[in-house]
């Protein structure tokens, strides 16, 4: 990464959490109807801000926070818009890189009465900026090698394999508190090198739990104790509608059962589960008292309820 203590500091107050990772266009066509392989049915087109790292920044804001985004945007009609858009949620967007060459990402999914049908994420600007979006954490904005980040930093696994292992060895990170999400089960391998990081939490489904362990898991309990056993100091994982578990190496499992409510929606979900808890643990709740309240904020939000 290419250091430049000359670069300009903003006139504005350091945000309180950085969402390093994917914001993009969530372009999402639900449907109140079950669906299969070629279905063709009526329901609802939309485009929303999205992306991990968004989905998580948006929810901090709701929840009075200020975070800041690392990302990569392109200097297009889309990227002005989402820019514009994330600003106006109160989104420090000061450190995001803009490319000249490189479009805005999307992510496209179809979502039925029976869950997730199918996605498509179109993430190939992020990858290609590489480290680009770290800048402002070794130019002085953010930190320096001497002055590392010492808050909060959610990482998206939308990065690269390549970065995500650059990430943890990197100096720049030694002393910050690393919240990290897969993105998606076909994106969890890439969280290994992060596995032993001293101040890494682990966010997972049953599944990537699964994918990262390489053995399968019949609960979020046994994921956790697995992804423990495996060298993490502390992981999240969730398991639908079953009973979540947080796993803290020698504090041992500990789990919970979500609300019962009617899903209307799907994506997004685990990143309000992780900004919720996150915000929870910042509050000084217990282990006990976060996982439960990230849980029925999850649950808010799957059932469409737009409050936390």
């Given at each position: 990464m290419t250091h430049n203590p000359e670069a300009s500091v903003p006139e504005t107050p350091p945000p309180d959490i950085l969402c390093i990772g994917s914001v993009l266009w969530d372009i999402i066509g639900r449907t109140p109807f079950h669906m299969r392989a070629g279905a063709d049915v009526a329901g609802?087109?939309?485009r929303l801000p999205g992306g991990v790292a968004m989905n998580i920044a948006m929810t901090l804001t709701r929840f009075g926070l200020t975070p800041?985004?690392?990302?990569?945007i392109g200097r297009d009609a889309q990227g002005a818009e989402l820019?514009?858009?994330?600003?106006?949620?109160?989104i420090d967007c000061h450190y995001i890189y803009r490319s000249d060459d490189?479009?805005?990402d999307r992510y496209m999914a179809i979502e039925g009465a029976n869950g997730?049908?199918?996605?498509?994420?179109?993430?190939?600007?992020?990858?290609?900026a590489g480290d680009k979006i770290l800048r402002a954490l070794a130019d002085g904005r953010l930190g320096s090698p001497e002055a590392p980040w010492e808050g909060p930093i959610a990482l998206d696994g939308n990065l690269t394999q390549q970065l995500l292992a650059q990430i943890a060895r990197d100096p720049l990170f030694a002393r910050a508190d690393l919240r990290v999400a897969p993105a998606s089960p076909g994106k969890a391998e890439r969280l290994a090198p992060l596995l032993t990081h001293s101040g890494a939490t682990l966010y997972l489904n049953r599944e990537e739990a699964g994918i990262l362990?390489?053995?399968?898991f019949e609960s979020a309990e046994t994921a956790a104790a697995g992804v423990i056993a495996r060298g993490a100091r502390r992981v999240l994982v969730t398991d639908g509608g079953r009973a979540a578990a947080d796993g803290c190496g020698e504090k041992g499992v500990i789990s919970a059962a979500p609300p019962e409510v009617l899903v209307t929606r799907v994506t997004g979900a685990g990143d309000t589960f992780m900004a919720a808890h996150l915000v929870a643990e910042c509050e000084g709740a217990s282990r006990a008292e976060a996982l439960a309240r990230a849980l029925t904020a999850a649950a808010r939000?799957?059932?469409?309820?737009?409050s936390l």
């Open positions: 609802r087109i939309s800041a985004v690392l990302t990569a820019m514009r858009a994330a600003e106006a949620m109160g490189l479009p805005t997730l049908i199918a996605a498509v994420a179109d993430a190939h600007s992020l990858e290609a362990c390489q053995r399968n939000y799957v059932s469409g309820d737009q």
